[in-house]
Nanobody, 119 residues
Framework: QVHLGESGGGLVQAGGSLRLSCVAS????????MGWYRQAPGNTRELVAH???????TYTDAVKGRFTISRDSAKNMVYLQMNSLKPDDTAVYFC?????????????WGQGTQVTVSP
């Protein structure tokens, strides 16, 4: 079993910054990739950014140039530095991890952390 713990959400004014953190804990697994997704009220969950084992990353167009995803493989952690935040970035942000346990691959989600950007 793998547990994802997120932190770093909160309330910030437009133009401000926040840094989200997520740690994957448990035993008997290895992390293949980790990412951040978000879900605003009335919307479906969408990709924000995802980082892979070779440290390559993909971003949704709406955050390119403002958000940066990074990881600490030794600690099974992923971070999302969010700069120049906009009210449209308001959402619950979920951490995702793709892990290998034995011969199989699994996906896990965190419980989510609220990010609210005021005008």
């Amino acid at each position: 079993q793998v547990h994802l713990g997120e932190s770093g959400g909160g309330l910030v004014q437009a133009g401000g910054s926040l840094r989200l953190s997520c740690v994957a804990s448990g035993s008997g697994f290895s992390v293949d990739s980790m990412g951040w997704y978000r879900q605003a009220p009335g919307n479906t969950r969408e990709l924000v950014a995802h980082i892979f084992h070779d440290d390559s990353a993909t971003y949704t167009d709406a955050v390119k140039g403002r958000f940066t995803i990074s990881r600490d493989s030794a600690k099974n952690m992923v971070y999302l530095q969010m700069n120049s935040l906009k009210p449209d970035d308001t959402a619950v942000y979920f951490c995702n991890a793709v892990v290998t346990i034995g011969p199989r691959t699994y996906g896990y989600w965190g419980q989510g952390t609220q990010v609210t950007v005021s005008p």
